[in-house]
């Protein structure tokens, strides 16, 4: 299931009031700034000429009003052309329309009296006298009246006149075609929804009742909800299957859709609509559900039995999850208000937990919810948790599965469009959460992003695990902007610019949840540490990209639950690096890197021995020997997680955050200590 607040907000109106001609009473308008029209489909040019009003309204202190017709008056006046039938219904477009700053939307009735009257009646009698318009906003090829005679230069003599101001949309394009409901019906009867759905600014909608079915989809393994659509005269997409997503009672979830008479089963049976609900087995039947129509998959076929047509329905599925896949991760940033869910991860935390988790709660938006994953904890801690704090969302997991695998199994149970990771040892100030969320909606390649990470004992520094954005260098070393090194720097704002960088920390990160999902989310045998790291490698090599807002700050405690110099730590992060470089560099690199990387290291080991650190050295010898003896698994594993990558990639591989050289080279050798003392031309 996706979140129930996905793509465009259909199920929140607005404070937009819905009145009927002949049925309500119409207030007294303030200057009204008006636009009147079919609407049909209510596409992207429609939407340009609502803004204009919406706009106009807001700068003269006026009441924004849109005028259209019920029944549509293409079913009034000929009644037989299919090419009439409509891209909304009544419902849907005031739906759509309440997303918007209208404030009132005037239904009007349509017959066959109301449209005789002849151009200039239809301005006296009708816009004039009833609504007084200040200003009226009309596209460009608007007609009205009998016979259509009435167009932009009758409304301009009017204006000319003085009885309003007029303000013209001109023709809107897309790719060099007008936007028009004809233009989408075309696309929609040649299977493009590719373009009706551009030309439509969202997917096509298709709304209706569950009402109860063959129930074939029982015996093939796909059980289906039948769906009668509001209107009969809605237009449908030609048979076939689709990748669709469902709105049921606020929820969102995946569907594959189908459109036909089901020729495997018999002939001329009647045409039906029917959805596969994706990880759903409730009774719906008698409920409304609206379907966006994604992608066109194939065409309707007739199969010989049930067997071949399951098997085809199987390779469908599989296609749907990757377009799907796709799709969610490109509109997340779209989402006016996404869900948002602070996970915490937590094992044997009771003695920090009173100190640090009272402020994330304390500094939640109001999208935001906060979920506290136990792995396996030993200690009180989440009997803590439940005893202060009820409102948190609470994941108890069966065993300790480490940080990465934790969250895994932990994230699967929560529904959002972003997840927060959180360490438990962090502690925040203010709404930290916000210019997080303002920074991916600037970029829709925005696929994770870093707050500015500070000590909790040092306010004024900052914290070791990220700083200012973690970044790497050709050999794969990691530091960060703020961190070179053991050397951490003091925070005087020499770091306070939003930029791209290479990875983001795992003690405080944003990340979109069906990015994270579709990449394969952490690499379970990582256990901790560098895992961040390895995930936001993966992201950026899917088209996606890494930044750090330093608006936002938290304030981490770091070796809250590991001390830096432990040796479990130097093994899970030598072992880890290892790993990551492994898996995203190219073959023919690692052919140069490993061997450089093996002498480096190797003086590193010597380092810890001469300061006699022998556990270390034995940690860094033992992830050589883990490593070598992994080799086959891990070619298995850079396999794999290509695969998964070529599958959902949203642009091409472009890496952030390479430092263009060695960092013990700059660090030692041109004392370099600070990322801000690296020469311009080694950084990106």
Not at 22 to 41: E, K, M, S, W
Not at 165 to 193: F, M
Request: proline content about 4%; hydrophobic content about 40%.
């Amino acid at each position: 299931m996706v979140s129930g607040h996905f793509c465009f907000h259909i199920f929140a109106y607005s404070s937009m009031k819905v009145l009927r001609l002949n049925q309500d009473d119409l207030p007294i308008f303030h200057l009204p700034v008006i636009t009147i029209g079919a609407f049909d489909g209510f596409h992207q040019g429609h939407r340009q000429i609502v803004n204009k009003v919406c706009q106009l309204a807001q700068q003269n202190g006026s009441d924004s009003i849109l005028i259209t017709f019920d029944p549509h008056p293409r079913k009034v006046l000929d009644q037989n052309n299919r090419s009439n039938y409509l891209l909304n219904t009544l419902d849907e477009k005031i739906k759509l329309l309440s997303e918007t700053k209208l404030k009132y939307l005037i239904l009007v009735p349509f017959s066959f009296e109301f449209s005789q009257q002849i151009a200039e009646e239809y301005i006296e009698n009708f816009i004039i006298k009833l609504f007084k318009p200040k200003i009226l906003v009309i596209g460009f090829d608007h007609r009205f009246g009998m016979n259509s005679e009435g167009d932009i230069k009758l409304l301009k003599k009017y204006a000319a006149d003085g009885h309003y101001q007029l303000e013209e949309i001109s023709k809107q394009e897309l790719a060099y075609e007008k936007i028009s409901s004809t233009h989408i019906r075309e696309a929609l009867r040649q299977n493009d929804l590719k373009t009706a759905n551009q030309l439509l600014g969202r997917p096509y909608l298709i709304s209706g009742t569950v009402v109860k079915g063959m129930q074939l989809g029982n015996q093939i393994g796909y059980p289906t909800a039948n769906l009668k659509p509001d209107d009969s005269s809605k237009l449908l997409p030609n048979p076939g299957i689709y990748a669709s997503l469902v709105h049921l009672d606020g929820n969102i979830y995946r569907g594959l859709l189908y459109i036909g008479n089901r020729p495997t089963l018999g002939s001329n049976l009647e045409n039906s609509i029917e959805i596969h609900i994706k990880d759903f087995n409730q009774n719906i039947y008698h409920r409304k559900a609206i379907i966006e129509v994604i992608e066109y998959i194939r065409p309707d076929e007739k199969f010989e039995n049930l067997d071949l047509l399951q098997n085809q329905i199987q390779k469908d599925d599989a296609k749907i999850e990757k377009l799907l896949d796709k799709y969610l991760i490109s509109q997340t940033a779209n989402i006016k208000q996404p869900k948002v869910a602070v996970v915490i991860l937590n094992f044997n935390g009771e003695k920090i937990l009173p100190d640090y988790l009272p402020s994330v709660f304390q500094n939640l938006p109001e999208n935001a919810e906060l979920y506290f994953i136990d792995n396996a904890s030993t200690d009180q801690s989440l009997l803590w948790v439940s005893q202060n704090y009820p409102e948190i969302k609470k994941i108890r997991l069966s065993q300790n599965y480490g940080f990465a695998e934790g969250y895994n199994r932990g994230l699967k149970q929560v529904n959002a469009d972003y997840y927060i990771l959180i360490n438990s040892d962090v502690k925040v100030i203010n709404d930290w959460i916000t210019p997080l969320l303002k920074r991916v909606h600037l970029n829709p390649k925005i696929m994770a992003c870093q707050p500015k990470i500070l000590s909790a004992n040092h306010p004024e520094n900052f914290e070791y695990a990220g700083a200012a954005g973690g970044m790497i260098d050709l050999l794969g070393y990691t530091f960060s902007r703020g961190r070179m090194l053991q050397t951490v720097e003091a925070d005087m704002g020499q770091y306070n610019d939003a930029r791209r960088i290479f990875w983001a920390s795992g003690a405080a990160f944003l990340v979109n949840a069906a990015m994270f999902k579709s990449i394969g989310g952490f690499d379970p045998d990582y256990f901790a540490h560098q895992e961040e790291i390895d995930l936001c490698w993966r992201i950026q090599r899917a088209g996606g990209e890494i930044w750090f807002e330093p608006e936002s700050k938290v304030y981490h405690l770091g070796g809250g639950t590991l001390d830096y110099d432990n040796p479990r730590k130097v093994f899970l992060n030598f072992r880890n690096n290892l790993s990551t470089i492994f898996k995203n560099t190219p073959y023919w690199y690692l052919i140069i890197l490993l061997p450089i990387r093996l002498i480096l290291d190797v003086l590193i080991s010597i380092k810890y021995l001469l300061g006699g650190q022998f556990k270390l050295t034995l940690k860094v010898i033992e992830a050589y020997i883990w490593s070598i003896l992994s080799t086959l698994w891990l070619i298995q594993k850079k396999e794999s997680y290509t695969h998964k990558i070529n599958q959902i990639k949203i642009g091409a591989e472009q890496l952030n955050g390479v430092l263009k050289g060695s960092l013990f080279v700059h660090f030692y050798l041109f004392n370099h200590q600070t990322y801000k003392d690296i020469p311009k031309q080694y950084k990106d």
